[in-house]
């Protein structure tokens, strides 16, 4: 299994990136697919998911700035990152999910920085 997460770099407040995630190995269309972030010195957090039946749940934090989507075609799970802040600046990380299996699977980070 691998989660392939992409997009990530250095912007200006107020700016946006795009984050992908390609998954292999997976039926990636029974998984939820999740965002998280981790900045130094703090915990992971959940910035958004979206099930396997396409419903999108978000942090306060980020709810009327980030969209998160999924094309099971291409086994690809976005993160779009609008209006984005400093406090936005972490590591990204792609997460799959599958209550059902069960199994959890992590990618590994694309970092994001955000410029006051």
């Known amino acids: 299994v691998q989660l392939q997460a992409s997009g990530g770099g250095l912007v200006q407040a107020g700016g946006s990136l795009r984050l992908s995630c390609v998954a292999s190995?997976?039926?990636?269309?029974?998984?939820?697919m999740g965002w998280y972030r981790q900045a130094p010195g703090k915990q992971r957090e959940l910035v958004a998911v979206?099930?396997?039946?396409?419903?999108?749940n978000y942090a306060d934090s980020v709810k009327g700035r980030f969209t998160i989507s999924r094309d099971n075609a291409k086994k690809t799970v976005y993160l779009q990152m609008n209006s984005l802040r400093p406090e936005d600046t972490a590591v990204y990380y792609c997460?799959?999910?599958?209550?059902?299996?069960?199994?959890?699977?992590w990618g590994q980070g694309t970092q994001v920085t955000v410029s006051s």
């Open positions: 979206i099930t396997s039946g396409v419903t999108a």
């Open positions: 190995g997976i039926i990636f269309s029974i998984y939820d």
């Open positions: 997460n799959a999910e599958s209550q059902v299996l069960p199994a959890n699977y």
